[in-house]
């Protein structure tokens, strides 16, 4: 009775109720499923018990019948023999057999009906059984999705990239830095030929200038 309490229990429980209520539906669900495993072994160990008492019915069922016919034979051997009296001893041991018969065979339609409800009970524990696994697997999926979702938005939002982006802002920092600094040492590279006959044309024109102002200068002081 109490194996059969406990899988009524399970027929009427509601899984999306019972998972919407906890706090923890992937513990909720193991429990779950770890119940109904244990239930089915022990429906299916009452179902063999049941076999067994059944098939050990039947055959002293079949010794019933075959005493029962013994005793048919020997009521008709003894009338036969004029012996009433035993004939008649011989059919209330007959009828003792038939009453001990129709007991087992009452038994026995209630150990087919208990056997039929037991089938019915583990096709419907099996179910329940593959749709919590369904609903376990499900979960799982959706806390790994959860997990991963969380990683990829600490990813994008969390220190760690803010602290990686300024780094890769530095160093952009330097390399412009750098790069600034190649630039202007190119620009103040040696003089190239052009440049410096330049600077020595400018250089004679200083000196004869130079020179011609030198000699105005000493006339002055002669005269």
Request: aromatic residues 2%; without cysteine.
């Amino acid at each position: 009775m109490a194996v059969f309490s406990r899988v009524r229990d399970i027929f009427a429980a509601n899984m999306t109720e019972i998972l919407d209520r906890a706090e923890d539906p992937a513990r909720m669900i193991r429990m779950i499923i770890l119940e109904m495993e244990e239930t089915l072994v022990e429906v299916r160990a009452s179902a063999a018990r049941a076999i067994a008492d059944g098939k050990e019915m039947r055959r002293a069922l079949s010794r019933l019948e075959a005493l029962q016919n013994s005793w048919t034979e020997k009521a008709e051997l003894a009338l036969s023999k004029d012996r009433e009296d035993l004939a008649k001893q011989a059919l209330i041991e007959r009828q003792k057999a038939t009453d001990m018969a129709e007991g087992l065979r009452e038994e026995i339609e209630q150990i087919d009906a208990t056997l039929r409800s037991y089938e019915a009970d583990i096709a419907k524990l099996q179910a329940k059984l593959r749709e919590a696994r369904a609903r376990q697997n499900a979960i799982a999926s959706r806390l790994e999705s959860a997990v991963s979702r969380a990683k990829a938005r600490e990813l994008l939002h969390g220190n760690r990239t803010e602290d990686a982006f300024s780094r890769f802002e530095m160093l952009e920092r330097r390399a412009d830095l750098a790069e600034g600094q190649a630039d202007a040492l190119a620009l103040e590279g040696p003089k190239g030929l052009e440049e410096e006959l330049n600077e020595l044309r400018s250089s004679d024109k200083v000196d004869e200038e130079l020179a011609a102002l030198k000699a105005k200068m000493a006339e002055r002081k002669k005269d």
